[in-house]
């Protein structure tokens, strides 16, 4: 899997961002999606995630309520909608896959992608 992330920028706090991780490689709709976040001399960590159906979704407690993630299976495509941007949420963006069941274990995901820049200012 080749996992291409995009949609990062500058955004004032209080604004939104949707971020997007296209997929390519192999079966793409089968397989566990999430994203991981890394601030500048902070460890990497999980946001959120997907199955690969959509029926179940997982969130980081920083962002739940604020942050939703979807896809698109028929566009092999992994959407990420950032709303109500706090300057903590500043961070380069980290999209993976294939977790099997273990969706908030950053370690259990096989394929990442190069990740993008959100930077949210106060």
């Known amino acids: 899997v080749q996992l291409q992330a995009s949609g990062g920028g500058l955004v004032q706090a209080g604004g939104s961002l949707r971020l997007s991780c296209a997929a390519s490689?192999?079966?793409?709709?089968?397989?566990?999606m999430g994203w991981f976040r890394q601030a500048p001399g902070k460890e990497r960590e999980f946001v959120a995630a997907?199955?690969?159906?959509?029926?179940?979704?997982y969130y980081a407690d920083a962002v739940k309520g604020r942050f939703t993630i979807s896809r698109d299976n028929a566009k092999n495509t992994v959407y990420l909608q950032m709303n109500s941007l706090k300057p903590e949420d500043t961070a380069v963006y980290y999209c993976?896959?294939?977790?099997?069941?273990?969706?908030?274990?950053?370690?259990?995901?096989?394929?990442w992608g190069q990740g993008t820049l959100v930077t949210v200012s106060s």
């Open positions: 993976a896959a294939d977790p099997g069941s273990w969706y908030r274990e950053m370690s259990r995901y096989s394929f």
């Open positions: 490689g192999r079966a793409f709709s089968r397989t566990g």
């Open positions: 997907i199955s690969w159906s959509g029926a179940m979704t």
